[in-house]
């Protein structure tokens, strides 16, 4: 039951972490966006999203489908709202970084032929991601963390599994303690990885 909920835990922090980081881009290239109406789009989306509890959240998902006669598995709504949560304050971290790009360098690509799309891709978001890998690495874990959440939807994660032992078995404190071993074995790989990274780019830099 701990290897099936490590596993489950491990899937829903892969699948978020991909999803949070490309939604989490692409709403802090809106928020920077010369044309208002998207720069008003993804500016409404973070501040909506960074205020509403996680768990909230989470609840919208699970409940919201049921009730329009498409339910989700407590997995795919834990999954998703974990997503939808920190694509929010991804998308900070990656405007910030944006925005600590000169704006000279956009103002050459674009003067040069690029388009405003091209220029992100291949001048702006490229050096931005240097710049950002620290506090996306913090949301990264957070996330893991976080995924802890999924439990209170049936997620089938390792909270969700050490509450069903821990009321069968009637021992609490060992089983919370070894759940939290396994949280380590993401999170402490997670952040050194992390750290790898940050020194690699400032050597390339």
Known sequence: MYMEGFIHTLEASIIALIASFILGTVVAVLRI??????????????????????LLIVFLFFLGPSSLGFPLSGFAAGT????????????????????????????AARS???????TMRYIVLPQAMRIVIPPLGNQFLNLVKNSSVLSVVAGLDLMYYADLISTKSFVTFSVYIFVALFYLVITIPL???????????????
């Open 33 to 54: 966006c010369p044309v208002k109406p998207l720069n008003v789009l993804g500016a409404a989306y973070v501040e909506f999203i960074r205020n509403i509890p996680l």
């Open 80 to 107: 998703l709202g974990l997503s939808i949560y920190t694509s929010a304050f991804i998308a900070e971290a990656v405007r910030a970084g944006i925005q600590a790009i000169p704006r000279g360098q956009t103002e």
């Open 112 to 118: 040069s032929g690029l388009t405003y799309a091209q």
């Open 191 to 205: 952040s050194f990885g992390v750290a790898y990274l940050e020194r690699r780019m400032a050597r390339q830099h």
